[in-house]
């Protein structure tokens, strides 16, 4: 009854993880295939500088470096991620058949935004009329669970204005699809302070 269904449950999932453990070691060769899918997947140029993998629990841990995103081969960069570990969550991931990203990790990321006329933030390379974000973006910040950022580092390009810099230490990101919580420590030319933001619906727009 339950309990046979229970251990053959339980087998399942010990097989599972042994499995994963096992194969997850291999992910480093298919970086250049990764790179070819995401390319096609979003028409942006980007690249890996070194890909590997772990496993944790039930999830696989992917451990990536030096990851570059523009628009295009020749265009400037609009991220930039350091040392990174995305932990992904399998279960959920085959629920909604879409990747779900539970946790990610990294020294360092830097963004760089660019405000249009209808002062929205954007992007830099990836501007469009209405101020939507494009939707692999949007999907890939609906599917984060939680970020923690040594280091964000936004290079703001105001419509109208000089560039800027805002830099935030500690920085957190923490939610579900409707709702996103971003705490850390901001500096800029005029010191250092706590910063707390909230947002609710999607992220559609910046």
């Known amino acids: 009854g339950c309990w046979a269904l229970l251990v053959v449950l339980l087998v399942l999932l010990a097989l599972y993880a042994s499995l994963g453990r096992h194969y997850i070691v291999y992910v480093e060769e298919f970086a250049p295939d990764l790179e070819k899918l995401l390319q096609e997947r979003i028409a942006a140029d980007l690249s890996i500088g070194q890909l590997s993998g772990d ?11 030096d990851f570059r995103l523009s628009a295009g081969r020749d265009q400037p960069v609009a991220v930039a991620l350091g040392e990174a570990r995305f932990t992904v969550s ?21 963004l760089y935004l660019v405000e249009n006329e209808q002062q929205r933030w954007q ?36 419509w109208d204005g000089p560039a800027t810099q805002l830099r935030i230490d500690a920085a957190r990101l923490e939610g579900n699809r409707s709702f996103r919580r971003l705490h850390g420590i901001i500096s800029s030319g005029s010191g250092r302070s706590q910063l707390v933001m909230e947002l609710d619906g999607r992220p559609d727009t910046i």
């Open 55 to 65: 496993w944790q629990g039930l999830s696989p841990v992917l451990k990536m470096q």
């Open 90 to 110: 399998m279960l959920s991931t085959l629920w909604r058949r879409q990747p779900e990203l539970r946790q990610l990790s990294a020294r360092e990321l830097r």
């Open 123 to 158: 992007l830099r390379g990836f501007q469009s009329e209405g101020g939507e974000l494009p939707s692999w973006l949007s999907d890939t910040l609906l599917a984060l669970r939680q970020a923690d950022l040594d280091t964000l580092e936004l290079h703001l390009q105001p």
